[in-house]
């Protein structure tokens, strides 16, 4: 059975660092072709994709957030992390984790994705 579970701060200050885990169980996420993307959802706002890691390790980053965002793996512990430096207050949302088989640039259509987590809200505010 796939698990996929975001975690984080909840609350962080504008400006400083966002950091989030999703920990995977039940899928590889260093073999075969899997690719592990970062995608968020701001209030009354559609799926916005941040990023992806392909699982040779390999990063893609949306490009108005490529200079302050950052997608690494922990293979021994099956975890990808997030980082978005110098946060704002508009960027609160609800950052998910998913997997899909294919690298697709942007995509937000979940269909295009095998396994989703919940989800980890993080509220950016002073």
């Known amino acids: 059975q796939v698990q996929v579970q975001e975690s984080g701060p909840g609350l962080v200050k504008p400006w400083q660092t966002l950091s989030l885990t999703c920990t995977v169980s039940?899928?590889?996420?260093?073999?075969?072709?899997?690719?592990w993307s970062w995608i968020r959802q701001s209030p009354g706002k559609g799926l916005e994709w941040m990023g992806v890691i392909s699982y040779s390790g390999s990063t893609y980053y949306a490009p108005h957030l490529k200079s302050r965002t950052s997608i690494a793996r922990d293979l021994s512990k099956k975890q990808i992390t997030l980082q978005l430096l110098s946060v704002a207050p508009e960027e609160t949302a609800v950052y998910y984790c998913?997997?899909?088989?294919?690298?697709?640039?942007?995509?937000?259509?979940?269909?295009?994705?095998?396994?989703w987590g919940q989800g980890t809200k993080v509220t950016v505010s002073s």
């Open positions: 998913a997997e899909s088989k294919r690298l697709i640039l942007g995509a937000t259509n979940r269909d295009l994705y095998d396994y």
């Open positions: 039940g899928v590889s996420i260093a073999t075969g072709l899997y690719y």
